[in-house]
């Protein structure tokens, strides 16, 4: 296989230019790595988590079967080996707004949809950031984990800067140059994906908290479509559906990681250092036991998550 001219590295994933297919669209082969990110600090490629990009590619691959298996367009091209997929290639426009005029596009602003109570909304809670009256709930007490959500919570944030911003809807649109109907017919789309997903996953054996979406614009009709990848332990929040039940929450991807990292005080410094307007500190050296049990909870993921039937 031949990886194409190199494009940039993502937090996971190298990206290459395919070139074109027959009828002339151009592709674009994601790569995945074993590297790692957490709280917009930037990838950690010298500590691998062992069998994280097979892992991710094999999650990525049963998502787009089940987009595909309800209707929700994708530009999955095919799989080209254990750790590598082909997309259709789209424009990334960072440095303005986009117009009514503009496709062949990533639209840029992260999709962010919440069923449960976890991770950055939960933190945001814990610290007084946010209210959980504000949310739905009945008292301002903070409540478990994987808790279900008064109503699903669908908001934006940005994509293309440093560190996620949250947006209003009407700024997401501006941004993202796309009407009120756009935005509804996008959300339509995550919601029928989130629901397939989550069938599959309790048939696995998990529940989903929450989880993130890339949207596209494509062709001349500015063709709706759900991009990069999706329904992997580091897009979304994967639990073990018999512990939820039984009132603990077991992560079986990033948030794993990250509650490590903000249990040893790491998670904490960074927000210091933006306070101070200082660089992000360096991750720390995790340990060999805690890297292994990443590894394995990302693994076994993976293997119930595509060994379920769609």
Request: charged fraction near 25%; hydrophobic fraction near 40%; proline fraction near 6%.
């Amino acid at each position: 296989m031949q990886r194409g001219v190199f494009v940039r590295n993502g937090s996971s994933k190298v990206l290459y230019d395919a070139g074109c297919d027959a009828d002339g669209k151009r592709l674009l082969n994601f790569e995945f790595t074993s590297g790692w990110s957490a709280f917009d600090v930037g990838t950690a490629p010298e500590q691998p988590i062992p069998g994280k990009d097979e892992a991710i590619c094999a999650c990525a691959l049963k998502s787009f079967e089940i987009a595909q298996a309800v209707g929700v367009a994708t530009h999955f091209v095919q799989r080209l080996n254990a750790t590598t997929i082909q997309v259709r290639q789209v424009d990334v426009i960072a440095d303005r707004a986009l117009t009514f005029a503009d496709t062949d596009c990533v639209v840029p602003a992260e999709w962010i949809d919440r069923p449960r109570l976890a991770g950055s909304l939960r933190r945001a809670f814990l610290d007084g950031k946010k209210l959980p009256t504000a949310y739905g709930f009945v008292s301002d007490e903070v409540p478990p984990e994987g808790t279900v959500l008064p109503y699903p919570i669908g908001h934006f944030t940005t994509k293309f800067e440093k560190t996620d911003r949250d947006l209003t809807r009407a700024a997401a649109r501006e941004m993202c140059g796309m009407s009120e109907d756009d935005e509804t017919q996008f959300w339509a789309m995550i919601h029928t994906l989130n629901g397939a997903m989550a069938i599959v996953w309790q048939r696995a054996g998990f529940a989903r908290l929450d989880g993130k979406k890339e949207c596209l614009l494509v062709g001349p009709k500015r063709t709706k479509m759900i991009g990069d990848v999706f329904g992997t332990p580091d897009e979304d929040r994967p639990v073990l559906l018999s512990s939820l039940k039984a009132g603990h929450v077991e992560h079986y991807g990033k948030e794993f990681l990250r509650e490590y990292l903000i249990k040893i005080g790491f998670y904490q410094q960074v927000l210091d250092a933006r306070a101070a307007q200082q660089p992000d500190p360096p991750y720390p050296i995790i340990p060999a036991s805690v890297m292994a049990e990443v590894s394995r909870r990302y693994r076994m993921f993976a293997d119930s998550y595509c060994g379920a039937a769609i």
